[in-house]
């Protein structure tokens, strides 16, 4: 659907959440959707600009689309820093990981299936 290859630097977030917003305004989903959408990936380039090394010509790449009922966001850097390393939780370990999804409501499915049906149109 959509998506950027950016500098590995923290003022790629803003030229990419303003890129998404368009793209998901221009295709009618809702204002909480967008909003949402927005904020979650100036976290997650944010989190890979701080923790992860960059690709090769120190970028990132940026990508959003639609797949099972969900806008899927993703950002793809050049791994950790660091090597993980394997620790036992133990019952004071307050750590969690999280993975967020943003489901697709009623008319955000209807603006999904005009995206759908523009882009299989395009590809004719």
């Known amino acids: 659907m959509g998506g ?12 990419v959440r ?7 305004n221009r295709l009618g989903f809702s204002r909480e959707l967008v909003d949402s959408a927005a904020l979650l990936v100036s976290e997650l380039i944010g989190n890979a600009i701080r923790y992860a090394r960059p690709l090769p010509g120190n970028v990132l790449r940026v990508r959003w689309e639609l797949g099972g009922g969900r806008l899927l966001l993703r950002v793809t850097d050049g791994g950790g820093r660091d090597e993980p390393q394997l620790k036992d939780a133990g019952p004071a370990d307050t ?14 499915r209807s603006a999904a299936r005009s995206a759908a049906a523009a882009g299989s149109a395009g590809q004719r």
């Open 95 to 108: 750590r969690s990981t999280v993975w967020a999804a943003l489901p697709l409501s009623h008319p955000d």
């Open 18 to 24: 303003r890129r998404l917003v368009e793209d998901l």
């Open 4 to 15: 950027l290859t950016v500098r590995h630097a923290a003022a790629s977030a803003g030229q």
